[in-house]
Nanobody, 123 residues
Framework: QVQLVESGGGLVQAGGSLRLSCAASGHTFSSYAMGWFRQAPGKEREFVAAITWNSDVTYYADSVKGRFTISRDNAKNTVYLQMNSLEPEDTAVYYC????????????????WGQGIQVTVSS
């Protein structure tokens, strides 16, 4: 069992930055690939970024490539999402997920989810 808790969201102006954190409980965190997804009102949850268990590979949605960076610290059981050059279109509830194996871009492949955290970007 893995419990995930996101933090670091909030309100920011366009062009600004935020760093999301996702803290995981349990001693098996390093076994999981981790992903960030987001869901805007009236839209489906969409893939944002993912990272393998040992950080050797990262994945990004085209819409955030070059602006967002995913990283993890297995010693702290935490995954991060650094978000720069934020745009109003990035406004959404952001979720972190944990998966043992599967397609990192598919929300159906994740085994555990956090409760989500709001990110609002004003124009």
């Amino acid at each position: 069992q893995v419990q995930l808790v996101e933090s670091g969201g909030g309100l920011v102006q366009a062009g600004g930055s935020l760093r999301l954190s996702c803290a995981a409980s349990g001693h098996t965190f390093s076994s999981y690939a981790m992903g960030w997804f987001r869901q805007a009102p009236g839209k489906e949850r969409e893939f944002v970024a993912a990272i393998t268990w040992n950080s050797d590979v990262t994945y990004y949605a085209d819409s955030v490539k070059g602006r967002f960076t995913i990283s993890r610290d297995n010693a702290k059981n935490t995954v991060y999402l650094q978000m720069n050059s934020l745009e109003p279109e990035d406004t959404a509830v952001y979720y972190c997920g944990a998966m043992l194996a599967g397609l990192v871009r598919s929300r159906y492949e994740y085994d555990y989810w956090g409760q989500g955290i709001q990110v609002t970007v004003s124009s």
